[in-house]
């Protein structure tokens, strides 16, 4: 029986084929999204994982977490410096860091940072060492430079017409391994190199009035490029390369964009961020955050799973069409086979194995086109945002394998059992 | 080697006021060698369906050997007609895609009888209906020889009865002689009855016995030494 399935195939093998293909490429659609929209899932809620609680200033929570864990570049409104030096004595955080964004080189976002953040949200160095100066700069592990390289940080980023700091530069003293969230993508120096790039804080060790320095933070907004009074030249601060960094974060810090915060219990973190949910601080888990983004993905991957299931209808509803015309137009060889003496369940095992191995092999060929298809929007992504996405199988995907089979074995069974309710005399007779 | 005995046998299509087929009472005794003629309309197609179990009796009896073919399902009848009827059809009905000796074999391998004994008789068959390559596919033959093949097919299983239906009509002259030549020797040799429906007067000659058909009747029956009188 198999022998004369594969004869018969071989014959018709062009027909087959686009069988297969129609098959293959519909299930590579529903395939294709399912996964990508589950390694999108998947692949934020992982650059989300090291960071437990995030406070910014009062404004929208989602710009807060896109900025400050998927460093997306927007204009943030700044907290307080002493909402930081707060945070940094309470005995119930284990680490907080501040992350100051707004400048960019060669189109990777420069974020200052302390030392405590980088230490404790990557798994280490791959070369080189620390930043211990201001100075100093530390790659993420997908930043295309090498270190000893020099970086001379550009306002905003080129897209949106920034100028570059070319008094400044930062020399790179390490790499990063690779954590698979967008701080791969991030060249990452001190925060107070950033504050003094900008013209802040470095009154605090000059000696200057510190209020001078707060009145410009609170006007100032890192990523916005143009609004701030650069061009009077007054906060073009310099930073000093060979200062050692200070990271005890006393009073009289200058505001910045967003503070990451580690509780030492989950206790504490509900703690804290009831505590700063109140006035001008907005204290936020990214993981309720997500949550709300996520319900907004589903909704468009309802929206287009929908799509291919409709897509999926059709090609179904074509394959009938095609196999019951195909039956047809083979009354009389089927009708041979019976009067032959083949048996009435082989003519239906016949019909049945051969349409249902081309659906099969089409639904096999469509699962490895769509995984191909979200392995590369997976790299494409990737390579945009610093987030890996993690593309793969789980069981849903094996109930769906099985449903698209279950369906092919009843599409499969129609010509099948026209084929076995013919009547050998009335089919050779046609 | 089965005889057929029919009784009462009418059959009628939806549709049609009159039976296309009566036949009241005929005997065939095994082993004979039988002609079935009479124009297109006669009946005669569908006596060979009725008698070879392709078509549901819907009236009367009609008993090959001991079995009423009239009594079983569907499927015992097609599992009859596997094991007792060798079929050969004007048209061949081979597989296009499969050798000549996978065409022999396609139906007992299909009703998975087809064991070492059978693929070693489907073997010597070809040699018997005198074809060389048994590797050679159908769709390269020539119509003699696909009917050949049928013809081996056909004996595959040592049928008691050989039923040709026009067996001779698509082939030219030649090739129509020696098919002729073929059926009665080996229906000579197995014993097997042979019944063949067939407008070739001179196939027709060769066989023992003539029915003629008209109108959905038996209108004349004639042994051949009543011809040659």
């Given at each position: 029986m198999i022998g004369f399935i594969l004869a018969d195939l071989r014959r018709l093998w062009l027909g087959g084929a686009v069988v297969v293909l129609l098959v293959a490429l519909a299930t590579a659609l529903g395939v294709a999204v399912t996964l990508q929209e589950r390694s999108l899932r998947l692949g934020s809620a992982r650059a989300a994982d090291k960071f437990d609680l995030v406070i910014g200033a009062a404004g929208s929570e989602t710009q807060l977490i896109l900025s400050s864990i998927f460093l997306q570049a927007a204009p943030l409104p700044l907290v307080d410096g002493a909402v930081l030096t707060r945070l940094a004595a309470d005995p119930r955080v284990a680490w907080a860091a501040p992350v100051g964004f707004g400048d960019s080189f060669a189109g990777y976002p420069i974020v200052g940072t302390t030392t405590s953040l980088v230490s404790n949200t990557t798994p280490g160095f791959a070369e080189g060492k620390m930043f211990a100066l201001e100075g100093e700069a530390v790659?993420?592990?997908?930043?295309?430079?090498?270190?000893?390289?020099?970086?001379?940080?550009?306002?905003?980023?080129?897209?949106?017409?920034?100028?570059?700091?070319?008094?400044?530069?930062?020399?790179?003293?390490?790499?990063?391994?690779?954590?698979?969230?967008?701080?791969?993508?991030?060249?990452?120096?001190?925060?107070?190199?950033?504050?003094?790039?900008?013209?802040?804080?470095?009154?605090?060790?000059?000696?200057?009035?510190?209020?001078?320095?707060?009145?410009?933070?609170?006007?100032?907004?890192?990523?916005?490029?143009?609004?701030?009074?650069?061009?009077?030249?007054?906060?073009?601060?310099?930073?000093?390369?060979d200062a050692p960094i200070v990271e005890n974060f006393g009073d009289g810090l200058p505001g910045v964009p967003a503070i990451l915060v580690k509780p030492k219990t989950i206790a504490d973190a509900y703690r804290l961020r009831q505590e700063y949910r109140s006035g001008n601080t907005l204290g936020v888990f990214p993981g309720e955050v997500l949550t709300g983004l996520y319900a907004t993905l589903g909704d468009a991957k309802t929206v287009l799973s929908a799509v291919a299931a409709g897509s999926q209808g059709l090609v179904a509803a074509a394959l009938m069409l095609v196999t019951v015309i195909h039956v047809g137009q083979r009354r009389r060889q089927i009708g041979a086979l019976r009067a032959f003496g083949a048996p009435r369940a082989s003519v239906f095992a016949i019909v049945w194995l051969e349409l249902f191995f081309l659906v099969a092999l089409g639904v096999g060929i469509g699962f490895l086109l769509g995984l191909g298809a979200a392995h590369i929007g997976a790299r494409l992504f990737t390579a945009k945002s610093g987030v890996i996405l993690p593309v793969g199988f789980t069981g849903e995907d094996l109930r769906l394998a099985l449903f698209l089979m279950g369906f092919a074995a009843i599409l499969a069974a129609i010509p099948a059992l026209l084929a076995y309710r013919q009547s050998p005399a009335a089919a050779l007779r046609a | 080697m089965l005889s057929l005995?029919?009784?009462?046998?009418?059959?009628?299509?939806?549709?049609?006021?009159?039976?296309?087929?009566?036949?009241?009472?005929?005997?065939?005794?095994?082993?004979?060698?039988?002609?079935?003629?009479?124009?297109?309309?006669?009946?005669?197609?569908?006596?060979?369906?009725?008698?070879?179990?392709?078509?549901?009796?819907?009236?009367?009896?009609?008993?090959?050997?001991?079995?009423?073919?009239?009594?079983?399902?569907?499927?015992?009848?097609?599992?009859?007609?596997?094991?007792?009827?060798?079929?050969?059809?004007?048209?061949?009905?081979?597989?296009?895609?499969?050798?000549?000796?996978?065409?022999?074999?396609?139906?007992?391998?299909?009703?998975?009888?087809?064991?070492?004994?059978?693929?070693?008789?489907?073997?010597?068959?070809?040699?018997?209906?005198g074809l060389k390559r048994p590797g050679q596919h159908v769709e390269t033959m020539s119509r003699g020889e696909m009917q050949r093949v049928a013809i081996a097919r056909a004996?595959?299983?040592?049928?008691?009865?050989?039923?040709?239906?026009?067996?001779?009509?698509?082939?030219?002259?030649?090739?129509?002689?020696?098919?002729?030549?073929?059926?009665?020797?080996?229906?000579?040799?197995?014993?097997?009855?042979?019944?063949?429906?067939?407008?070739?007067?001179?196939?027709?000659g060769r066989l023992d016995r003539r029915l003629t058909l008209s109108g959905g009747r038996i209108v004349a029956d004639s042994e051949r030494k009543e011809i040659a009188a």
């Open positions: 790659l993420g592990a997908a930043v295309n430079l090498s270190v000893g390289a020099e970086i001379k940080p550009m306002h905003g980023s080129a897209e949106t017409g920034g100028h570059t700091h070319t008094e400044i530069a930062y020399t790179v003293v390490g790499r990063l391994q690779p954590t698979g969230t967008p701080w791969d993508r991030a060249i990452l120096v001190p925060i107070q190199a950033v504050w003094h790039v900008h013209g802040l804080g470095a009154d605090h060790e000059e000696g200057h009035g510190e209020g001078d320095a707060d009145a410009h933070a609170g006007e100032h907004q890192h990523a916005d490029g143009h609004d701030h009074a650069h061009e009077d030249g007054e906060h073009h601060g310099g930073i000093d390369p | 005995k029919i009784d009462r046998l009418a059959v009628s299509f939806p549709g049609l006021a009159a039976p296309v087929l009566v036949v009241d009472h005929l005997d065939i005794a095994a082993g004979s060698r039988v002609a079935l003629t009479g124009g297109s309309g006669s009946g005669k197609s569908t006596l060979i369906n009725i008698i070879a179990g392709l078509e549901r009796v819907q009236a009367g009896s009609v008993v090959w050997g001991e079995q009423d073919i009239a009594d079983v399902s569907e499927g015992r009848r097609d599992r009859w007609r596997a094991a007792n009827i060798g079929l050969v059809m004007q048209e061949f009905h081979l597989f296009p895609g499969l050798s000549a000796l996978d065409n022999i074999l396609l139906p007992a391998r299909l009703s998975r009888v087809a064991d070492a004994d059978l693929m070693k008789r489907a073997e010597s068959l070809f040699a018997t209906v004996l595959l299983r040592s049928p008691g009865v050989i039923i040709a239906d026009e067996p001779t009509a698509s082939l030219d002259l030649e090739s129509g002689e020696a098919v002729g030549d073929l059926l009665l020797s080996v229906a000579d040799s197995t014993g097997s009855t042979l019944i063949v429906a067939s407008h070739d007067q001179h196939l027709i």
